[in-house]
């Protein structure tokens, strides 16, 4: 028979033990008055957040899929949902991260009386659905009371999702603030977990419907009817995003991987998305599908820097330079230059797959002003600290100087070179200057004084796409559409 996990003060009071059954788990809590109210005859609807995290691994699960996995339960047991599903993605240049770096908020009212019930569900769907076989795959459950979200708990989501937090930092906040915490393994993922209930997505949001494919086809190719994935695209933009990558013609609403997704529809809108969905032929049957408020396609990730001095590797970064070296074309048609500041040189790389910003970035010359934005990876035997480019602003444009030949001051016609220092001849009248010298001219560049962002196959979950730009959006839903996850 199974043994319930150990309840116990782990690494807060700076003790560490296992529960004997699996020797993998551990649980760390606060006192357990905070959510011991189920004898209560005056019980109350209390407000709560349940942060999931570090669920999956590169072979199978998806934490998106255990949020809708509880969805469909909570409500069943009572609970009141009063907003989507948060995903929220998380710094997406720390080593240690699973797949996406997603983590998942559920926050709904209840009744304190099921609370021991609700944590219970929760703690055995996310074992029963995590790859806890995977030596990467670190998860971790926090559970939190209150109304509001103290802003020291979004600052830390804020500091997550920008920067490298540590786990007694979060241990730390989960004291202050009477949370509970659930940890698998190492129980890395309490970190997530807990700045996914930071984040609020007060700043700007997006929503994605993701739908889910039946156990027996996950791990075979997926199945959509193209046409209809395209048309959608069309007939709902700007409305949705990233659905084909238009220089390639690739579906972008489908993952690759062996997890769960059959796909997921970006847009700014619950109703949207749904709508959306509604238009694709899928060619296999769906098992379920939830609606999301995340922060997708937002920039949620980039933190501006003062000077190039401040670049931290594993951070994403919006740093201003001047463009230091001619851009470099390395094999594998990757483009490496150097911004400078009165502080220091970095390289930039815009690689391959990433399209009209790699085309973009070849085009730069010394003295070109600009922003680059992307995160920064770390010096190896092979290469200097680089930023990885997402996206880049020019903001002022250094003048190309060429050198031509001159024209002929007979007939027009651009004269000839008769060899070095030899002068110049016409081959249209026969004039010939031998005391004649090359014309310098400013040339007309191919670039502007615009944004460049990296084409759509290439984008990363946190990166916000041209078409979003104006369409950015505060606060939480103030009305929750009807249906929006099934079952």
Not at 53 to 60: F, K, L, V
Not at 194 to 216: K, S
Not at 315 to 324: D, I, Q, S
Not at 441 to 467: C, D, F, M, N, W
Request: hydrophobic fraction near 35%.
């Amino acid at each position: 028979m199974k043994q319930q996990p150990l309840s116990i003060w782990s690494q807060i009071e700076g003790r560490t033990q296992l529960s004997a059954h699996t020797n993998k788990m551990k649980v760390l809590i606060t006192p357990p008055s905070l959510f011991m109210t189920h004898d209560r005859v005056d019980a109350q609807m209390i407000t709560m957040h349940v942060g999931i995290d570090d669920t999956d691994s590169p072979r199978m699960g998806c934490t998106t899929y255990i949020a809708a996995l509880l969805v469909k339960e909570l409500h069943e047991l009572g609970a009141s949902f009063i907003d989507y599903p948060n995903l929220v993605r998380l710094n997406p240049n720390v080593p240690w991260k699973t797949r996406g770096n997603g983590a998942l908020c559920l926050r709904f009212n209840c009744n304190e009386n099921l609370v021991e019930e609700i944590k219970a569900i929760v703690v055995d769907v996310v074992e029963k659905n995590s790859d806890m076989g995977c030596a990467g795959t670190e998860p971790g459950v926090v559970f939190f009371s209150g109304n509001q979200v103290p802003k020291e708990l979004t600052t830390f989501a804020k500091q997550t999702i920008q920067g490298i937090v540590k786990m007694r930092e979060a241990l730390k906040l989960i004291r202050t603030f009477k949370a509970e915490a659930v940890g698998f393994k190492s129980g890395r993922g309490i970190i997530g977990a807990l700045a996914a209930i930071g984040e609020t997505l007060e700043q700007d949001h997006t929503y994605e419907l993701i739908a889910y494919r039946t156990p027996e086809n996950r791990g075979k190719p997926r199945r959509l009817g193209i046409a209809s994935v395209k048309k959608m695209g069309e007939r709902t933009a700007p409305l949705t995003f990233n659905n084909v990558d238009l220089e390639t013609g690739r579906i972008l609403i489908t993952p690759h991987g062996p997890d769960p997704i059959l796909y997921g529809i970006r847009g700014e809108t619950p109703a949207v998305v749904k709508r959306a969905h509604k238009m694709i032929r899928s060619l296999e049957p769906i098992e379920r599908w939830a609606v999301f408020r995340t922060n997708h396609g937002t920039d949620a990730h980039l933190k501006r820097i003062h000077s190039i001095a401040d670049v931290c590797p594993y951070h994403p970064v919006v740093v201003k330079g001047t463009v230091a070296n001619t851009p470099k074309i390395i094999p594998r048609r990757h483009v490496i230059f150097a911004i400078g500041d009165n502080t220091e040189q970095i390289d930039c790389a815009a690689y391959e797959p990433t399209g009209d910003l790699r085309k973009a970035a070849k085009q730069l010359i010394i003295g070109d002003h600009m922003v680059a934005y992307g995160g920064v990876r770390p010096a190896s035997s092979k290469r200097l600290v680089t930023v990885n480019l997402e996206k880049f602003r020019v903001l002022r444009l250094a003048p190309k100087i060429v050198f031509q030949n001159p024209f002929c001051p007979k007939c027009g016609k651009r004269l000839k070179s008769m060899g070095t220092n030899k002068g110049f001849r016409c081959e249209k009248c026969g004039f010939r200057g031998r005391n004649l010298g090359k014309v310098k001219i400013e040339a007309k560049r191919g670039l502007k004084q615009r944004l460049y962002v990296t084409s759509p196959r290439s984008q990363r979950h946190l990166t916000k796409p041209l078409s979003r730009y104006g369409l950015e959006k505060k606060g939480g839903p103030k009305k929750m559409i009807l249906d929006w996850h099934s079952p």
